[in-house]
C-alpha cells in the first residue's frame, strides 16, 4: 500500500528528529534516566511534538509502546467527557476512551508508568483542565501527561507549574531542504537543491506542510522551482474561492466549513494564513459589490480577533458562520 510520505518519513526515533535540539537533549536524557516528568510540548504545527513524544515511547517502552502510549485529540470532544469518559445508565463507558479510563489502566511495562498525550490540549475548556489537573495527581504513579498545544499561556496554571515546558520551533529552512532531499532521493526522485529551497521557503517551519508538498510535486511530474511555488500557490488559491463560494452562495456552512479545516490539517495553515487567503480570494471575486464590503468586515473582525489571542478553530468558525449570514442576507 502507498503510505502518505508525513507517515512514512515520521521517524521512529529521537536521532531522527530534525532540529529542536535542545527538546531532543532533554527528552533522551529522560529516557537514561528512565522516568519523565509531566510535560507541555507548545509550538507550531508540523515541528515534531507528536513525533517527539511517540519516539521517545518507542526509546522507553520498545515493543510494547503502543499499549503504553495513549494520544487523545482534546478537540474532537472539547469538553470534560474526553477527561472523564461518558458512563451509560448501566455504568459502561460509551466506547470513546478518556483519560481517566486508561489512567486507571495499569502500565505494562517495567518502568512502572505510561503516557497520555493529549493533543490540542489548549482547546480544553477550563472545567475540563480543572479536571485534568485532579486526575494527574490521582495517577500520577503510573502515568505521565504529555500536553500538546500551540500555545502554553491557554493552559490553566495550576498545569502549567505541574509540567516542564518544551516549546518546539519552527525548524530552519536549511534543515527542512536538508531533509526534503533526504525523502527526494529515498523516494527515487530528481529534485534539485533550488527546489529543495523552494518547498523549505514555502513551509515557513513546517514539516508535514513540506513533505505533503513534496509528495503532491511528485505527482505533477515537474519538479522545477516554478512548478513548486505554482503547486503550492494554486491548491490553497482554489480552495480558498471553493470556501468562499460555498460560504457566500451557497451558504452552506458544513461544506465550507470543511474546506477550512482542510486547508488547516492539510497544509497546515494558521488561523491568520486562512482570513488572509479568503481576503485575497474576495479581493479578485467578482462577487456582487455589497455582498463583498460586508465579508471584508467580516474578515477584518475575524483577524482582529485572532491576533487578540481568539482560537483558530472557533474564530474560523465564526467566520465561516458570518459569511454565510452574509449570503443568506442577500437572498
Ligand atoms: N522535527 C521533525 N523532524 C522530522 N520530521 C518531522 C519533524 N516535525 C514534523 N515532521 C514530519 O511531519 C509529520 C507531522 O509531524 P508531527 O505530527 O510531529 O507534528 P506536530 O508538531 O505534532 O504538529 P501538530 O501541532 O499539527 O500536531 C511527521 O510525521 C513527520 O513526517
Ligand atoms: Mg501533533
New binding site residues.
Partial sequence: MNKI???K???GNLD?????KVNVEKLRSFVRTGDLPHMI?A??????????AMAMAIELFGESWKENFLELNASNNRGINVIRGHEDREGRMDGMVSVKDYARIMPSNARGFKIIFL??ADQLTQEAQAALRRTMEIYSSTTRFIF?C?YSSQIIPPIQSRCVVLR?RP?SDAEVAE?ILTIAKEESMELSRESAEAVADISGGD??AA?NLLQAVQYSGDHSPSKIYEIAGTAEIKEFDRALILALEHMDFKKASEVVDRLVIDR?LSGIDIVRGLHAAIRKSDIEPLKKTEAFMAIADAEFRLVEGGSDKIQLDYLVSRLVRIGSNFN
Fill in positions: 510520505w508525513i507517515e518519513y515520521r521517524p531522527g528528529i530534525v532540529g529542536q510540548f509550538g507550531p504545527a508540523g515541528t515534531g511534538k507528536t513525533t517527539a493533543d490540542e500538546s500551540n518546539f525548524i531533509h514539516m508535514r513533505i497546515g
